[in-house]
């Protein structure tokens, strides 16, 4: 996990994210209205913006899934944020799925664009090991030690090695 930096937002919600609101909170709000916030815009900025990888478990999306729009505090309790630029990120599926409506500021997790991940977990080989109750609420809850990332970290790890034993022999 990086920390990320919000880039701007994209035109689509400067010019719309108060009429979804509106429409989001009326008697009349439809399913689609709800789902304003998959906006092929928005989801493109998000893209570069994490660099196709998820937010949370730096996953590269993309080659096999699409990725994710989520609610970094969640749309059900905080209605008012399902369009606001600075509640929105990329995550792959199963950090979302794992996230749910998980409340990270309640379940004091890793704020992506707020905290620094490195002041909270560091990397022992491919395991996520944590500094402290904040690592390990994210590390837990996330499941930041699944089999899938560690064996993509191991990997990862073999291609540096190669060019390290290149570059020094």
Same mark, same amino acid.
């Given at each position: 996990?990086? @920390?990320?930096?919000?880039? #701007?937002?994209? !035109?689509? %919600?400067?010019?719309?994210?108060?009429?979804?609101?509106? *429409?989001?909170?009326?008697?009349?709000?439809?399913k689609n209205? *709800?789902? @304003?916030?998959?906006?092929? +815009?928005?989801? &493109?900025?998000?893209?570069?913006?994490?660099?196709?990888?998820?937010?949370? /478990?730096? #996953?590269?999306?993309?080659?096999?899934?699409?990725? #994710?729009?989520?609610?970094?505090?969640?749309?059900?309790?905080?209605?008012?944020?399902?369009?606001a630029w600075?509640? $929105?990120? $990329?995550?792959?599926?199963? /950090? !979302?799925? !794992? &996230? $749910?409506?998980?409340d990270i500021?309640?379940?004091?997790?890793?704020?992506?664009?707020? +905290?620094?991940?490195? #002041?909270?977990?560091?990397?022992?080989?491919? %395991?996520?090991?944590?500094?402290?109750? &904040?690592?390990?609420?994210?590390?837990?809850?996330?499941?930041?030690?699944?089999?899938? %990332?560690?064996?993509?970290?191991?990997?990862?790890?073999? &291609?540096?090695?190669?060019?390290?034993?290149?570059?020094? !022999?």
């Amino acid at each position: 996990m990086i @920390k990320l930096f919000k880039l #701007d937002k994209p !035109n689509i %919600l400067v010019v719309k994210e108060d009429e979804w609101l509106e *429409k989001l909170m009326s008697p009349e709000c439809t399913k689609n209205d *709800k789902l @304003k916030y998959r906006h092929k +815009d928005i989801k &493109k900025t998000l893209i570069e913006e994490t660099s196709s990888k998820c937010a949370y /478990c730096e #996953d590269k999306m993309l080659s096999v899934a699409y990725g #994710d729009i989520e609610h970094i505090l969640p749309k059900a309790k905080y209605k008012n944020l399902t369009f606001a630029w600075e509640n $929105l990120t $990329l995550s792959c599926s199963v /950090c !979302n799925n !794992n &996230k $749910l409506e998980l409340d990270i500021s309640e379940r004091n997790m890793i704020h992506p664009y707020e +905290d620094t991940p490195e #002041d909270h977990i560091y990397f022992m080989g491919t %395991l996520a090991v944590s500094k402290g109750a &904040k690592g390990t609420n994210t590390i837990s809850l996330l499941e930041l030690n699944r089999a899938e %990332l560690m064996q993509a970290r191991s990997e990862r790890l073999e &291609k540096i090695a190669k060019v390290a034993e290149q570059i020094f !022999n």
